[in-house]
């Protein structure tokens, strides 16, 4: 059995995924759609589908699922589209760029029969299954330290459109605070400055994240700290130990006091295994076929929306605590 297949978007995530639903013999992709013709007829041909003129084209296409991989700004409606018409959903990250649409989603979701997927890859990359593992070891989380840096917001320039992203944390800096979701349990408060220098929009943020139980995490985030490496890391602090990640490439592990530090190498690892762009995808399918729940479902996926929206709320209101969840 397979599932048909169609994706909406076909700019660089769009080609990611298409190239790993070829190689996936559960999936039949069907065809394609773009704003741009030209993109589209161009990923048709490299993956031997058909380029639609439209989305509805494409709905109409007797697809079973649908990626959603076009600008942030633009997952509501064809979310909203094809899970009125009870057809499976992997939407890139963000689910949306607003409270509102994120509860438009949510409510949709659990209406329709279909599955709904939100594409937080990281959840599936191995340096950050890695610090998962060690929690459920027995690493008590005590305190995270994480950032995310982004080199140049220029490149590529439509980044700072925020007609198209939707805000600077919604375009990168949301996988992280996913992340520390992810790893330290749930939110109850925010406290978050921010500035917008360099470029014309908020893109220098500091959080203080506090979850259940009084853990702690302070994570920063810019648009224009230049390439150096690390430009993403997260570190999680438990007794006399922790353990860091280093962008997808590596883990730097040191479990106690007087003990080997451990570092796990990535590098050499395929871009679509290190990204967890191959398990995500594989997982999707999966519960396509009804073998398994979505592997971050729309619950989730709504989540990391109310606390970008927290973060933002706090900023503009100079750095006052704003708690979670979101009424």
């Not at 633009?74 to 509860?103: G, Y």
Request: hydrophobic fraction near 45%; glycine fraction near 6%.
């Amino acid at each position: 059995m397979t599932v048909r297949v169609g994706i909406v978007g076909c700019g660089n995530m769009g080609r990611t995924h298409a190239t790993i639903l070829q190689q996936d013999p559960r999936v039949t992709l069907v065809g394609v759609t773009d704003l741009d013709p030209d993109r589209a007829r161009e990923l048709a041909a490299a993956t031997a589908s058909r380029a639609f003129p439209s989305l509805e084209a494409l709905l109409d296409a007797e697809i079973e699922a649908i990626y959603i991989t076009t600008p942030n700004t633009q997952h509501v409606p064809a979310t909203l589209a094809a899970l009125e018409r009870n057809i499976h959903v992997f939407c890139e990250k963000p689910m949306a760029t607003s409270l509102a649409e994120a509860r438009q989603v949510l409510t949709a979701a659990q209406a329709s029969q279909a599955v709904y997927q939100v594409g937080h890859n990281r959840r599936f990359a191995p340096v950050y299954r890695y610090l998962k593992q060690q929690i459920e070891a027995g690493l008590v989380p005590y305190l995270a330290n994480a950032k995310q840096n982004d080199g140049d917001w220029l490149n590529p320039p439509w980044i700072t459109d925020l007609s198209l992203t939707g805000g600077f944390l919604y375009e990168s800096s949301i996988h992280l605070l996913d992340m520390l979701r992810w790893l330290m349990g749930e939110v109850v408060s925010v406290q978050a400055r921010a500035k917008a220098n360099v470029y014309d929009v908020l893109n220098d943020f500091a959080i203080l994240l506090t979850f259940v139980g009084e853990r702690f995490a302070v994570f920063s985030s810019s648009a224009h700290a230049s390439w150096a490496f690390p430009f993403e890391h997260l570190e999680i602090v438990g007794e006399h130990a922790f353990v860091r990640s280093e962008e997808l490439s590596r883990v730097v592990h040191s479990p106690g006091l007087e003990q080997e530090v451990r570092i796990v190498d990535y590098r050499q690892v395929p871009h679509a295994d290190r990204w967890g762009y191959r398990e995500e995808d594989r997982r999707f399918i999966s519960a396509c076929l009804g073998e398994a729940p979505p592997a971050v479902d729309v619950l989730e996926a709504y989540r990391a929306i109310e606390l970008c929206e927290a973060c933002y709320l706090s900023a503009a209101n100079g750095g006052v605590e704003v708690r979670l969840p979101l009424v």
